[in-house]
């Protein structure tokens, strides 16, 4: 009776680690699209988040999202292949725009578990999930980013919107 009571155990047990998901938002910094080094340079340490957090992290690269520019990956006929995202994984790696409203309804559909609605992960208080802001500067004593067009963001009104979510977060500025 002790072993069948400490197979369920064990059994409960792994299920609730194999319920842990990592998911990852990576938020671009705006920048001026005029600048077409400053463009290249922002999308290759974005481009390297990502790969850092699917390949090094081992995050699936169905919950990784990224909010880059204008919603589409960067690409110039200058750029070597390493920076396409289609050389490596065969897809596309910026999912929206890097707007606010955009931000914002991310992660309240996040929060609401709005699946069905908006096709956002559904978490639950065992995943986690990681939240990297690429900026120009990195800086501990940031107090807003210009990262949007419409107006700069503090850091405390970011994780306000990022702190409801039902999970463990995590936030950097790289």
Known sequence: MKKYVLLICIAAFSLTLSAQDKYAVIISEQFAYDNAQ???????????????????DNIPIDNV?????NGIDY???????????E?????????YPAKKENIKIFFQGIDKNDYYTYDYPKLNMMDSIFVSIITFEKSSTIDSIEMFR???????DLQGIIGNVNANVKIEIK
Do not use: R
């Not at 400053?38 to 090094?56: G, P, Q, R, S, Y």
């Not at 110039?76 to 292949?81: F, K």
């Not at 419409?150 to 405390?156: F, L, M, R, T």
């Open 38 to 56: 400053a463009i290249d340079k922002h999308w290759i340490k974005t481009l390297d988040e990502w790969h850092n957090m699917v390949f090094k």
């Open 65 to 69: 999202y990224v909010f880059f520019c």
């Open 75 to 85: 690409q110039h006929p200058g750029m070597p292949d390493k920076y396409n995202p």
């Open 87 to 95: 050389m490596f994984c065969m897809c596309h790696i910026t999912n």
């Open 150 to 156: 419409e107006a700069p963001v503090s850091i405390s």
